[in-house]
């Protein structure tokens, strides 16, 4: 008689061993045994789940010699059994993946997360929490490769599915725990940004991302705050996080609660003897040492030091402005006179304005810098409560900035409020999230994929200043879901504005510069260069598809965003960011001067920038061709639109 193999009694029993805890060899006993019987009884789906199991639990055990015979086989089997590209395949990949980043394989497991983000986004929805999790794991394999611009993509991709998907994202354990990840991550950029030699990566670049890892850490104690889940062991997570961070922008003072509060939730969680816990409380107690120490050496060296001549505590940016302003006087508002509304509420700062874009430095401060928020409801609630709300938010903003401002505030906003009784759009307060769209960019929702028309009279600018910015609440999901949309550009609207780039950069700087210095027309020349400049900038970004880099903003932040951009690991042109810089420094010489080399150096640039693009659009499998005239890549760009829409092929 055949023997028989049973999947459900084998999970059943599997879970009862872990739960009472039993030795790693019973465990061991039971999986091979269970392999033997899933093989005698021909049920390869059933080895398949006791494969799939196994992977898991050698990797726990860091038993990475014997999973890789376990990994190889799974996959052949799989493969055997016809399931690629299903859901079971794509499980097995990830698990395969998971092992193989665990022995420290990173290519292989690289290679497998690859596979299975490409099977699953063929057969999974859009917004499948499969995804997320895989995104998840990928941005993992990225930290450990010390690549954390592109973990921060995964993370942020999976956390835009989990706030699409959440029914309440202000109470979702896993939104948390990713938040608290990419505090993480935006921490190890700045490491990485400190470290490197670049001249293009500031002081002011490391300050932004640490100031955006605290941010994200803050939002990650609110959202475990809200789950009631303050003592969970990933909260401790986020309070060393975002101590840590504290500390690293010298706000020691400050600092000091969060890891003292860690201390105590690592405490309940591993117990007050482990050594996780004794060893973070010894960092602590480092930590409290070096804050008397700045504090002696301050009154020892100053015992009478004025107020003026403190130290000047790093500036707060803008974001971080209204996100302080949100939570200790908008929400607070909230909770109290519209407790019926808040679970409805989406909140944030979007739109105009440098802090929006995360490029606001001191001078920035000299206008409209002061705690503003946006607040957007449906449509139904803003009939409602639009008006009696906003009247609730100027009272709140102006008790706040008269409490907590300063005079330059103050007047700033007193400004503002005289200018939008004037006419002047505003950029804070109360919005329906339709209105909002349309006050930005004339539509009130993104156009469809169908109406390509539409989405070609949005210029770039515009969309960069929709999609920009931070979201702190959305339990809805509404205001999230519609701002994304804006990001999904159609893949065939991106590609004909590619080949309008490529007109344009071949026009202005291959074509017509050239003619422009054979008449010695220098202004012109500068137009030209202008043109050249801004059509590859835009090219950049559309290359590098908008949900991934957005969008180019306006021509003030195109530099301060292409820098940023080229930065990051995995980016398509990350190389033309400094030819271009050093061309706008040869071309007032080289305009002006008909006889200085910097003419000839000019063109030379320009050539190897056009080089280097015809080798992007190749890479991106857009062109077969070699040519890096860029007018004559057009055609072989447009052939991949596959719409006949007329407004894609002018």
Same mark, same amino acid.
């Given at each position: 008689?055949?023997?028989?193999?049973?999947?459900?009694?084998?999970?059943?029993?599997?879970?009862? %061993? #872990?739960? +009472?805890?039993?030795? /790693? @060899?019973?465990?061991? &006993?039971? *999986?091979?045994? !269970?392999?033997?019987?899933?093989?005698?009884?021909?049920?390869?789906?059933?080895?398949?789940?006791?494969?799939?199991?196994?992977?898991?639990?050698?990797?726990?055990?860091?038993?990475?010699?014997?999973?890789?015979?376990?990994?190889?086989?799974?996959?052949?089997?799989?493969?055997?059994?016809?399931?690629?590209?299903?859901?079971?395949?794509?499980?097995?990949?990830?698990?395969?993946?998971?092992?193989?980043?665990?022995?420290?394989?990173?290519?292989?497991?690289?290679?497998?997360?690859?596979?299975?983000?490409?099977?699953?986004?063929?057969?999974?929805?859009?917004?499948?929490?499969?995804?997320?999790?895989?995104?998840?794991?990928?941005?993992? %394999? #990225?930290? +450990?490769?010390?690549? /954390? @611009?592109?973990?921060? &993509?995964? *993370?942020?991709? !999976?956390?835009?599915?989990?706030?699409?998907?959440?029914?309440?994202?202000?109470?979702?354990?896993?939104?948390?725990?990713?938040?608290?990840?990419?505090?993480?991550?935006?921490?190890?950029?700045?490491?990485?940004?400190?470290?490197?030699?670049?001249?293009?990566?500031?002081?002011?670049?490391?300050?932004?991302?640490?100031?955006?890892?605290?941010?994200?850490?803050?939002?990650?104690?609110?959202?475990?705050?809200?789950?009631?889940?303050?003592?969970?062991?990933?909260?401790?997570?986020?309070?060393?996080?975002?101590?840590?961070?504290?500390?690293?922008?010298?706000?020691?003072?400050?600092?000091?609660?969060?890891?003292?509060?860690?201390?105590?939730?690592?405490?309940?969680?591993?117990? /007050?003897?482990?050594?996780?816990?004794?060893?973070?409380?010894?960092?602590?107690?480092?930590?409290?040492?070096?804050?008397?120490?700045?504090?002696?050496?301050?009154?020892?060296?100053?015992?009478?030091?004025?107020?003026?001549?403190?130290?000047?505590?790093?500036?707060?940016?803008?974001?971080?402005?209204?996100?302080?302003?949100?939570?200790?006087?908008?929400?607070?508002?909230?909770?109290?006179?519209?407790?019926?509304?808040?679970?409805?509420?989406?909140?944030?700062?979007?739109?105009?304005?440098?802090?929006?874009?995360?490029?606001?430095?001191?001078?920035?401060?000299?206008?409209?810098?002061?705690?503003?928020?946006?607040?957007?409801?449906?449509?139904?609630?803003?009939?409602?409560?639009?008006?009696?709300?906003?009247?609730?938010?100027?009272?709140?903003?102006?008790?706040?900035?008269?409490?907590?401002?300063?005079?330059?505030?103050?007047?700033?906003?007193?400004?503002?409020?005289?200018?939008?009784?004037?006419?002047?759009?505003?950029?804070?307060?109360?919005?329906?999230?339709?209105?909002?769209?349309?006050?930005?960019?004339?539509?009130?929702?993104?156009?469809?994929?169908?109406?390509?028309?539409?989405?070609?009279?949005?210029?770039?600018?515009?969309?960069?200043?929709?999609?920009?910015?931070?979201?702190?609440?959305?339990?809805?999901?509404?205001?999230?879901?519609?701002?994304?949309?804006?990001?999904?550009?159609?893949?065939?609207?991106?590609?004909?504005?590619?080949?309008?780039?490529?007109?344009?950069?071949?026009?202005?700087?291959?074509?017509?510069?050239?003619?422009?210095?054979?008449?010695?027309?220098?202004?012109?020349?500068?137009?030209?260069?202008?043109?050249?400049?801004?059509?590859?900038?835009?090219?950049?970004?559309?290359?590098?598809?908008?949900?991934?880099?957005?969008?180019?903003?306006?021509?003030?932040?195109?530099?301060?965003?292409?820098?940023?951009?080229?930065?990051?690991?995995?980016?398509?042109?990350?190389?033309?960011?400094?030819?271009?810089?050093?061309?706008?420094?040869?071309?007032?010489?080289?305009?002006?001067?008909?006889?200085?080399?910097?003419?000839?150096?000019?063109?030379?640039?320009?050539?190897?920038?056009?080089?280097?693009?015809?080798?992007?659009?190749?890479?991106?499998?857009?062109?077969?061709?070699?040519?890096?005239?860029?007018?004559?890549?057009?055609?072989?760009?447009?052939?991949?639109?596959?719409?006949?829409?007329?407004?894609?092929?002018?």
């Amino acid at each position: 008689m055949t023997q028989q193999f049973d999947t459900h009694q084998f999970m059943t029993t599997l879970d009862a %061993l #872990f739960a +009472e805890h039993a030795s /790693p @060899e019973r465990i061991d &006993d039971f *999986l091979q045994e !269970a392999m033997v019987t899933a093989e005698n009884a021909g049920d390869n789906a059933g080895l398949l789940a006791v494969l799939n199991e196994t992977m898991g639990f050698y990797r726990s055990q860091e038993r990475h010699d014997e999973n890789q015979w376990i990994v190889q086989r799974s996959l052949e089997l799989a493969i055997r059994m016809g399931l690629t590209g299903t859901p079971t395949w794509v499980t097995t990949l990830i698990n395969a993946a998971t092992a193989m980043r665990a022995a420290q394989h990173y290519d292989q497991a690289e290679d497998l997360y690859d596979q299975a983000l490409a099977a699953a986004q063929n057969i999974c929805d859009p917004n499948d929490r499969t995804l997320a999790a895989l995104h998840n794991n990928r941005s993992m %394999l #990225f930290m +450990e490769t010390d690549r /954390p @611009e592109q973990a921060r &993509d995964e *993370l942020e991709q !999976a956390l835009r599915i989990m706030q699409q998907q959440s029914p309440d994202t202000q109470r979702d354990l896993d939104i948390a725990s990713s938040l608290t990840n990419l505090a993480q991550v935006w921490q190890a950029i700045a490491h990485k940004q400190a470290a490197t030699s670049s001249p293009h990566v500031s002081e002011m670049e490391v300050l932004q991302s640490l100031h955006q890892a605290l941010t994200t850490a803050q939002q990650a104690l609110d959202a475990f705050h809200a789950c009631n889940q303050d003592n969970d062991g990933h909260a401790a997570a986020a309070l060393i996080t975002y101590g840590n961070v504290l500390v690293e922008l010298g706000r020691i003072d400050e600092a000091l609660p969060s890891l003292r509060r860690a201390i105590d939730v690592l405490a309940l969680n591993y117990g /007050p003897d482990s050594i996780r816990t004794k060893d973070f409380a010894e960092y602590v107690h480092s930590i409290e040492e070096m804050a008397n120490q700045v504090h002696a050496e301050v009154s020892s060296s100053s015992p009478h030091i004025s107020e003026s001549q403190q130290p000047m505590a790093p500036r707060q940016t803008g974001m971080e402005l209204s996100r302080e302003f949100w939570n200790t006087a908008v929400r607070p508002m909230l909770e109290q006179e519209f407790p019926e509304l808040l679970p409805r509420i989406a909140a944030g700062l979007v739109g105009h304005g440098s802090e929006c874009f995360g490029f606001d430095d001191e001078i920035s401060q000299d206008h409209d810098f002061f705690p503003r928020v946006c607040i957007w409801l449906t449509p139904e609630d803003f009939v409602q409560y639009g008006q009696t709300l906003q009247n609730a938010y100027e009272t709140t903003q102006l008790a706040y900035v008269r409490e907590h401002g300063n005079e330059q505030q103050l007047g700033q906003l007193a400004y503002v409020q005289e200018e939008q009784s004037k006419g002047r759009t505003a950029r804070d307060g109360v919005f329906s999230i339709p209105q909002f769209f349309e006050g930005l960019t004339g539509q009130a929702q993104a156009p469809r994929s169908d109406e390509p028309h539409l989405w070609l009279m949005l210029d770039e600018t515009t969309l960069a200043t929709a999609t920009n910015g931070r979201i702190f609440a959305d339990p809805l999901g509404a205001f999230s879901k519609a701002r994304q949309a804006f990001l999904l550009m159609p893949d065939d609207v991106r590609i004909a504005l590619i080949s309008r780039r490529l007109g344009m950069a071949s026009q202005g700087g291959q074509a017509n510069l050239p003619r422009m210095f054979a008449r010695n027309d220098a202004s012109a020349a500068m137009l030209c260069i202008t043109e050249f400049v801004h059509a590859i900038t835009s090219l950049v970004f559309l290359m590098n598809e908008p949900i991934r880099a957005g969008y180019c903003p306006y021509y003030k932040w195109q530099f301060a965003a292409l820098r940023k951009l080229s930065a990051r690991p995995a980016m398509m042109l990350d190389d033309v960011c400094d030819p271009l810089e050093h061309i706008l420094q040869l071309s007032s010489e080289a305009c002006f001067n008909p006889d200085s080399p910097a003419r000839k150096e000019l063109t030379e640039t320009i050539e190897l920038i056009c080089n280097r693009v015809t080798c992007g659009l190749q890479a991106a499998g857009l062109t077969s061709s070699a040519h890096t005239f860029l007018e004559w890549q057009r055609p072989y760009v447009e052939e991949h639109i596959s719409s006949s829409d007329p407004s894609l092929h002018k």
